[in-house]
Nanobody, 124 residues
Framework: QVQLVESGTGLVQAGGSLRLSCAAS????????MGWFRQAPGKEREFVAA????????VYADSVKDRVTISRDIAKNTVYLQMNSLKPEDTAVYYC?????????????????WGQGIQVTVSS
């Protein structure tokens, strides 16, 4: 099994920045891709960003690609999500996720492991 634990700043002012961390433990060797998703109140969960294990290449949602950077620290089994120029519409619960197989990296249904989620609130 794999455990994912998110951490980071929960309340940020509009225009500010934050960095979320996701620490993985357990059978981390089984994880192929790691991703971040978010779910705002009354909305469906949406893909934010992902990073592959093979070469560390990253993929971003169009809505955030100019403001977000996903990165990893292999030695620490940790993935980060740096978000800049935050907007109130970025307010959501952010989830870290991992999947065992290659491909369909934007599709949340393909992910096998999920963190408990962390609330991010951007005040205007």
């Amino acid at each position: 099994q794999v455990q994912l634990v998110e951490s980071g700043t929960g309340l940020v002012q509009a225009g500010g920045s934050l960095r979320l961390s996701c620490a993985a433990s357990g059978r981390t060797f089984s994880i192929y891709d790691m991703g971040w998703f978010r779910q705002a109140p009354g909305k469906e969960r949406e893909f934010v960003a992902a990073i592959t294990r093979s070469d560390g290449s990253s993929v971003y949602a169009d809505s955030v690609k100019d403001r977000v950077t996903i990165s990893r620290d292999i030695a620490k089994n940790t993935v980060y999500l740096q978000m800049n120029s935050l907007k109130p519409e970025d307010t959501a619960v952010y989830y870290c996720a991992g999947k065992r197989f290659r491909g369909q990296i934007r599709d949340g249904t393909m992910y096998d492991y999920w963190g408990q989620g962390i609330q991010v609130t951007v005040s205007s």
